[in-house]
Nanobody, 122 residues
Framework: QVQLVESGGGLVQAGGSLRLSCAASGRSIGWYAMGWFRQAPGKEREIVAAISSSGESTHYADSLKGRCTISRDNDKNTVFLEMNTLKPEDTAVYYC???????????????WGQGTQVTVSS
């Protein structure tokens, strides 16, 4: 089992950037594909980006494609989400999650962090 803790959220002005981190413990994340999700108030949780266990494969939701990059450092047991040109509609709680197999299906993530709040002001 792996425990996940997100950090790096905060308040940023529109057009700004943030780098979110997801630190894992309990087991090496090298076993897992990792995903970043977000949930805005009153909306369903949606996947933002995902990365395979090796980091060779990634995919992104259309909503943030071109404005974010998912990466991982398996030696440091950490996954990152860099976001730029942020918009007020990017305001949400951002979660990282882990699953055993990488694919584009947003379901099947077994382990979740508690989330970090990102607020983008206009």
């Amino acid at each position: 089992q792996v425990q996940l803790v997100e950090s790096g959220g905060g308040l940023v002005q529109a057009g700004g950037s943030l780098r979110l981190s997801c630190a894992a413990s309990g087991r090496s994340i090298g076993w897992y594909a990792m995903g970043w999700f977000r949930q805005a108030p009153g909306k369903e949780r949606e996947i933002v980006a995902a990365i395979s266990s090796s980091g060779e494969s990634t995919h992104y939701a259309d909503s943030l494609k071109g404005r974010c990059t998912i990466s991982r450092d398996n030696d440091k047991n950490t996954v990152f989400l860099e976001m730029n040109t942020l918009k007020p509609e990017d305001t949400a709680v951002y979660y990282c999650a882990a699953r055993l197999y990488y694919n584009r299906d947003p379901n099947g993530y077994a382990f979740w962090g508690q989330g970090t709040q990102v607020t983008v002001s206009s």
